[in-house]
Antibody
Framework: QVQLQQSGTELVKPASSVKISCKAS????????MHWIRQQPGNGLEWIGW????????KYNQKFDGKATLTADKSSSTAYMQLSSLTSEDSAVYFC??????????WGQGTLVTVSS | EIVLTQSPTTIAASPGEKVTITCRAS?????MYWYQQKSGASPKLWIY???KLASGVPNRFSGSGSGTSYSLTINTMETEDAATYYC?????????FGSGTKLEIK
């Protein structure tokens, strides 16, 4: 069965960076787009961007240009998102989601990132 | 950017009641997608291509609409349906979501 296993909770300092992971299993990792979505506390959902692991192509929501960098490791079927220059505004739950016909057919369990000194 | 406006923001319904959530798009979209999210959990795909139920979704749910106006309807509310529902469009980037409708049991 399809599974997206995300890395654990992160507590990071302002101005630093963090890299969170999403390990895929149960399907051909290189053949489906992987999306990333942000959910700030008590707020709705924002699309960050996608990566196509087969060739590494990416597309970002302009809002997250320069903030998020998406990569993928085909050998381990793992997608990554690095967030840089972190501020309190970046404190949120981040989800990966596999596109399969529809953009967000399968979701990871979410990774909580808390930015605090 | 296509803005999706959901209404109502919050709604309370009694078991057996009919519930309708609407989603209006700032520009015409080809299809609408709906997600259910319960507290502390990941969203789940609920309705795709405007009116198709995702796997495991009870048939008391339905979706309809076209252009800039879409809706999700629950024919007879059940306690397990209490959740937040989000609409989402895929017609243009950035992909956008509505702000959510919180459905509570009365």
């Amino acid at each position: 069965q399809v599974q997206l296993q995300q890395s654990g909770t992160e507590l990071v300092k302002p101005a630093s960076s963090v890299k969170i992971s999403c390990k895929a299993s149960g399907y051909t990792f290189t053949s489906n787009y992987m999306h990333w979505i942000r959910q700030q506390p008590g707020n709705g959902l924002e699309w960050i961007g996608w990566i196509y692991p087969g060739n590494g192509n990416t597309k970002y929501n302009q809002k997250f240009d320069g903030k998020a960098t998406l990569t993928a490791d085909k050998s381990s079927s793992t997608a990554y998102m690095q967030l840089s220059s972190l501020t309190s505004e970046d404190s949120a739950v981040y989800f990966c989601a596999r596109q399969w016909g529809t953009p967000f057919a399968y979701w990871g369990q979410g990774t909580l990132v808390t930015v605090s000194s | 950017e296509i803005v999706l406006t959901q209404s109502p923001t919050t709604i309370a319904a009694s078991p057996g009641e009919k519930v309708t959530i609407t989603c209006r798009a700032s520009s015409s979209v080809s299809y609408m997608y709906w997600y259910q999210q319960k507290s502390g959990a990941s969203p789940k795909l609920w309705i795709y291509d405007t009116s198709k139920l995702a796997s495991g979704v009870p048939n008391r749910f339905s979706g309809s609409g076209s252009g800039t106006s879409y809706s999700l309807t629950i024919n007879t509310m059940e306690t397990e349906d209490a959740a937040t529902y989000y609409c989402q469009q895929w017609s243009s980037t950035p992909l956008t979501f509505g702000s959510g409708t919180k459905l509570e049991i009365k």
